[in-house]
């Protein structure tokens, strides 16, 4: 049962150094959604991916965060000179969509737990 | 503004009660989820609905698309239901969540 993989799933950087988080979405699934979940807080939507592109990154801080879907491989975030401040849990979903555009269940990953010294 | 509000924020329960956990949210939607995360654990969807009503096994989840307003309901609650229930609204592409609600099952 290939679900929604994302590794590391834990990741200790210290404060300056660059985090890079994978996701690997069902298999078939060609859209990718990456959420953070802050100490204490909910969960908020960052970005959303089609392969190779960037449909909506409304939700990313403006700087040091980047985010990818190639057409080979898996989904990545980055968060580059991470600071203590991005010390969140971070989850990775991938969803289908019908020929017709219709939205589809979003299915999520087990999460990657960033913990910034 | 689309904001999504859940309650309560938290609930203890006692085993085999029956659960109500309520969620509204501000303007119209595409379809709404709930989720369950256990501590430490990753996110389950439990069910997208966008009309009416759905149900697997002691899970029942409603929707009144007027009221802006859905509801979770667990029956004959059980210890292992103890997780954080929470309610997400669909906007086109991006999901709105509300705060979650703390469900504990006691023996």
């Known amino acids: 049962n290939a679900g929604v993989m994302q590794n590391p799933r834990h990741l200790v950087r210290r404060r300056g150094q660059e985090a890079r988080l994978r996701c690997s979405p069902v298999?078939?699934?060609?859209?990718v959604y990456w959420y953070r979940q802050l100490p204490e807080e909910g969960l908020k939507f960052m970005v959303y991916l089609q392969k190779e592109n960037i449909i909506d990154e409304s939700g990313m801080p403006k700087e040091r965060f980047s985010a990818e879907f190639p057409k080979e491989g898996p989904s990545i975030l980055r968060i580059q000179q991470v600071v203590r401040g991005d010390s969140a849990a971070y989850f990775c979903?991938?969803?289908?969509?019908?020929?017709?555009?219709?939205?589809?269940?979003?299915?999520f990953g087990p999460g990657t737990r960033l913990t910034v010294l | 503004k689309n904001e999504v509000e859940q309650s309560p924020q938290n609930l203890t329960a006692q085993e085999g009660e029956f659960i109500t956990i309520n969620c509204s949210y501000s303007?119209?939607?595409?379809?709404l989820h709930w989720l369950q995360q256990h501590p430490g654990g990753g996110i389950v969807s439990l069910f997208m609905l966008s009309s009416g009503k759905k149900k697997h096994g002691r899970l029942i989840a409603t929707i009144n698309i007027q009221e802006k307003h859905s509801s979770l309901h667990i029956t004959a609650s059980h210890p292992r239901d103890s997780a954080v229930y929470i309610c997400?609204?669909?906007?086109?592409?991006?999901?709105?969540f509300g705060a979650g609600t703390i469900l504990r099952v006691k023996s």
């Open positions: 979903a991938s969803s289908y969509r019908t020929s017709g555009g219709r939205y589809n269940e979003q299915f």
């Open positions: 997400a609204a669909s906007y086109g592409n991006k999901l709105v």
């Open positions: 298999k078939g699934h060609s859209h």
């Open positions: 303007v119209g939607i595409s379809a």
